[in-house]
Nanobody, 116 residues
Framework: QVQLVESGGGLVQPGGSLRLSCAASESIFSIYTMNWYRQTPGKQRELVATITTGGRTNYAASVKGRFTISRDNAENTVYLQMNSLKPEDTAVYYC??????????WGQGTQVTVSS
């Protein structure tokens, strides 16, 4: 059973930056597409960023140009660098591993709050 553990969330002022990390318990990046989702109360979970096994990246329109997804294969860790944060980025952020279009594993989530 693969475990995903997120870290790096917290409280930041508008315009600030945070970097989220997702550590996988095994080397899975050659098999699974890695995703970052976010969710706010009462809303569906939203796909924020994706990095494929081949290293291609994709972003939601709302974060394009501000967020960057990357990975360190040696450390089995995926990152989400978030810059120019806005209050509407406030959410619980989840790391996800997907095999083709099927979600396989989820992390426990990390809270990001953007507020002055």
């Amino acid at each position: 059973q693969v475990q995903l553990v997120e870290s790096g969330g917290g409280l930041v002022q508008p315009g600030g930056s945070l970097r989220l990390s997702c550590a996988a318990s095994e080397s899975i990046f050659s098999i699974y597409t890695m995703n970052w989702y976010r969710q706010t109360p009462g809303k569906q979970r939203e796909l924020v960023a994706t990095i494929t096994t081949g290293g291609r990246t994709n972003y939601a329109a709302s974060v394009k140009g501000r967020f960057t997804i990357s990975r360190d294969n040696a450390e089995n860790t995926v990152y989400l660098q978030m810059n120019s944060l806005k209050p509407e980025d406030t959410a619980v952020y989840y790391c996800n591993a997907a095999y083709y279009s099927a979600s396989a594993y989820w992390g426990q989530g990390t809270q990001v709050t953007v507020s002055s």
